[in-house]
């Protein structure tokens, strides 16, 4: 079976640092998204690691562990506009299936 | 940059309805993906498409069709609808070589009634 497990809510305040973690289980396993969502909104990618080690794209940065199946979204300077909810997804092989699988999302709750 | 485009954005129809959802992936994005998000949750895969053919298919209920047309356009069909159907539904467009960065559009809004 296919699963990723997150946190389903995290609250911080604005200016500080707040990591989400995502664990998976999958059969084959070919990196792993991030996405966030506003409410209302449409998903949009913020990250991917195909291999081990640490991703960085501004004030957003990924982390993945192959051997841990363990992954984590590091959000530095919190603004309140990253009030959002945050999936993690795993494309789980690379050659037969396109299709991502996402976990059920932590909703983070940035506090001024 | 142009986007993903759905249509319609809201659609209310009534139980035993069908219902045709369009979407317009980004120029040049060779692969199209369906789908369903229900409140609260996460989106579920429907069905995904590669140079007009299904590639992959997910928790699509039979009542569901879904294809890709020459101009690469897809459209979602949903016959005999049920409550249980009223959901965001999203059509998201990537290239092959970076099916995990995939752009999502803004969604239709189905409610069943």
Same mark, same amino acid.
């Given at each position: 079976?296919?699963?990723?497990?997150?946190?389903?809510?995290?609250?911080?305040?604005?200016?500080?640092?707040?990591?989400?973690?995502?664990?998976?289980?999958? #059969?084959?396993? =070919?990196? +792993?998204?991030?996405?966030? @969502?506003?409410?209302?909104? /449409?998903?949009? $990618?913020?990250?991917?690691?195909?291999?081990?080690?640490?991703?960085?794209?501004?004030?957003?940065?990924?982390?993945?562990?192959?051997?841990? #199946?363990?992954? =984590?979204? +590091?959000?530095?300077?919190? @603004?309140?506009?990253?009030? /959002?909810?945050? $999936?993690?997804?795993?494309?789980?092989?690379?050659?037969?299936?396109?299709?991502?699988?996402?976990?059920?999302?932590?909703?983070?709750?940035?506090?001024? | 940059?142009?986007?993903?485009?759905?249509?319609?954005?809201?659609?209310?129809?009534?139980?035993?309805?069908?219902?045709?959802?369009?979407?317009?992936?980004?120029?040049?994005?060779?692969?199209?993906?369906?789908?369903?998000?229900?409140?609260?949750?996460?989106?579920?895969?429907?069905?995904?498409?590669?140079?007009?053919?299904?590639?992959?298919?997910?928790?699509?209920?039979?009542?569901?069709?879904?294809?890709?047309?020459?101009?690469?356009?897809?459209?979602?069909?949903?016959?005999?609808?049920?409550?249980?159907?009223?959901?965001?539904?999203?059509?998201?467009?990537?290239?092959?070589?970076?099916?995990?960065?995939?752009?999502?559009?803004?969604?239709?809004?189905?409610?069943?009634?």
């Amino acid at each position: 079976g296919q699963s990723l497990e997150q946190p389903s809510e995290v609250t911080a305040v604005e200016g500080a640092i707040v990591q989400i973690n995502c664990t998976y289980q999958t #059969s084959g396993f =070919y990196g +792993l998204s991030w996405y966030q @969502q506003h409410d209302g909104g /449409a998903p949009t $990618f913020l990250s991917y690691n195909g291999l081990d080690g640490l991703e960085e794209t501004g004030r957003f940065s990924s982390f993945l562990s192959r051997s841990d #199946s363990y992954g =984590y979204l +590091l959000l530095q300077e919190l @603004q309140m506009k990253d009030s /959002a909810s945050y $999936f993690c997804a795993v494309r789980a092989t690379r050659d037969s299936s396109y299709k991502l699988i996402f976990g059920s999302g932590t909703r983070l709750l940035v506090r001024p | 940059a142009a986007g993903v485009i759905q249509s319609p954005r809201h659609l209310i129809k009534e139980k035993r309805e069908t219902a045709t959802l369009k979407c317009y992936p980004i120029p040049r994005h060779d692969t199209v993906y369906w789908y369903q998000q229900g409140p609260g949750q996460d989106p579920q895969f429907l069905i995904s498409f590669y140079e007009k053919m299904q590639s992959d298919k997910g928790s699509i209920p039979d009542r569901f069709s879904a294809q890709q047309f020459s101009d690469y356009h897809s459209e979602l069909n949903m016959s005999s609808l049920e409550l249980g159907d009223s959901a965001l539904y999203f059509c998201a467009s990537s290239s092959l070589t970076s099916t995990y960065e995939q752009y999502f559009g803004p969604g239709t809004r189905l409610t069943v009634t």
